[in-house]
């Protein structure tokens, strides 16, 4: 899947830049886009690797499948929520509003990042990130080892 997604982004970022090339070119633009996206996603997912401390490659995976969810969730529900507060881009200055919204997403995004981390089997790497963050964002009174 991820090889999968490592060409299809080679050929949209290959095809948007240059529509007007011939199909050879373009292929082999293709080709070494694809090679890039390659190394550069074995790279991250070394330094990753290391920096979490995880056992197994398929941990990895979970938690990057974590991630993905949790992201995508916090945005589909966070627009509900705005909306059943009454509050729309119509009745609030738009700068406001992307404020309430991001207040609203990151809410959820850290409700959902250890639920789903759950889900998945990771409980103990995602709650001992959302402490990081929470730490980062100065709730860390509320989450002191003890």
Do not use: C
């Amino acid at each position: 899947l991820g090889v999968a997604g490592l060409a299809y982004g080679a050929y949209r970022i290959a095809d948007t830049a240059f529509p007007e090339y011939h199909l050879i070119l373009k292929t082999g633009l293709i080709v070494v886009l694809y090679a890039i996206l390659y190394k550069i996603t074995l790279f991250l997912f070394k330094r990753l690797e290391n920096r979490w401390i995880v056992q197994y490659k398929w941990e990895m995976i979970r938690i990057f499948i974590v991630f993905a969810v949790t992201g995508s969730s916090s945005v589909v529900v966070g627009r509900p929520v705005m909306a059943l507060l009454g509050i729309t881009k119509e009745n609030l200055d738009p700068f406001l509003y992307w404020v309430l919204f991001s207040v609203i997403g990151l809410v959820f995004y850290q409700i959902f990042l250890v639920t789903f981390g759950w889900l998945f089997g990771q409980f103990r790497f995602f709650w001992a990130f959302e402490k990081k963050i929470l730490n980062k964002i100065s709730f860390n009174l509320l989450f002191k080892d003890r």
